[in-house]
T-cell receptor, first 113, second 112 residues
Framework: GDSVTQMEGPVTLSEEAFLTINCTYTATGYPSLFWYVQYPGEGLQLLLKATKADDKGSNKGFEATYRKETTSFHLEKGSVQVSDSAVYFCAFESYNQGGKLIFGQGTELSVKP | NAGVTQTPKFQVLKTGQSMTLQCAQDMNHEYMSWYRQDPGMGLRLIHYSVGAGITDQGEVPNGYNVSRSTTEDFPLRLLSAAPSQTSVYFC???????????FGPGTRLTVT
């Protein structure tokens, strides 16, 4: 069935370090892919998205490329900041139930100064 | 625009009590949904609606009811709260049949 597997957290990095959060998915067809971010005490915000194979989504220095061959959508950032500390969710839009989002379990990122 | 709003932010219930979680959006979105967030499990869909008067079940609907009498509002009712319903609840909305979903700030519910 539909599922998303994310790298387990928590991930702790120093400021200016390189970030990768792995995400792979199992889905029917080629759904739209998303990364959502949840800052402490807040709801989820869309960070970036990609709607077809080889698309690269980017926002605030974060990037992710839709890899159809490996069914992956890994999140990367070249130089993280303390303000990037949050929980990151990989998700895709299912063709079922009105286009519900299928989420990974979330990866907590903590960036130390 | 206020976006998606949810009330209350926090709630403590005793087992067997009922309550309604409120959700409203001012973006004229047709699609609205409720998710619950549990540790290590991401978010799971409870119920959704594709427009006023139309609702349907998601992955984990048991113990919850919804209705959609207006485009703006999509309340979630717990009929008889159970400890297994302790969770953080998020309401979301989207225009059209696909695309970005906008999430509310969440309601943290504890059932004792």
């Amino acid at each position: 069935g539909d599922s998303v597997t994310q790298m387990e957290g928590p991930v702790t990095l120093s400021e200016e370090a390189f970030l990768t959060i792995n995400c792979t998915y199992t889905a029917t067809g080629y759904p739209s892919l998303f990364w959502y971010v949840q800052y402490p005490g807040e709801g989820l915000q869309l960070l970036l998205k990609a709607t077809k194979a080889d698309d690269k989504g980017s926002n605030k220095g974060f990037e992710a490329t839709y890899r159809k061959e490996t069914t992956s959508f890994h999140l990367e950032k070249g130089s993280v900041q303390v303000s990037d500390s949050a929980v990151y969710f990989c998700a895709f839009e299912s063709y079922n139930q009105g286009g519900k989002l299928i989420f990974g379990q979330g990866t907590e990122l903590s960036v130390k100064p | 625009n206020a976006g998606v709003t949810q009330t209350p932010k926090f709630q403590v219930l005793k087992t067997g009590q009922s309550m309604t979680l409120q959700c409203a959006q001012d973006m004229n979105h047709e699609y609205m949904s409720w998710y619950r967030q549990d540790p290590g499990m991401g978010l799971r869909l409870i119920h959704y609606s594709v427009g006023a008067g139309i609702t349907d079940q998601g992955e984990v609907p048991n113990g919850y009811n919804v209705s959609r009498s207006t485009t703006e509002d999509f309340p979630l009712r717990l009929l008889s709260a159970a400890p297994s319903q302790t969770s953080v609840y998020f309401c979301a909305s989207r225009t059209g049949t696909s695309g970005e979903q906008y999430f509310g700030p969440g309601t943290r519910l504890t059932v004792t």
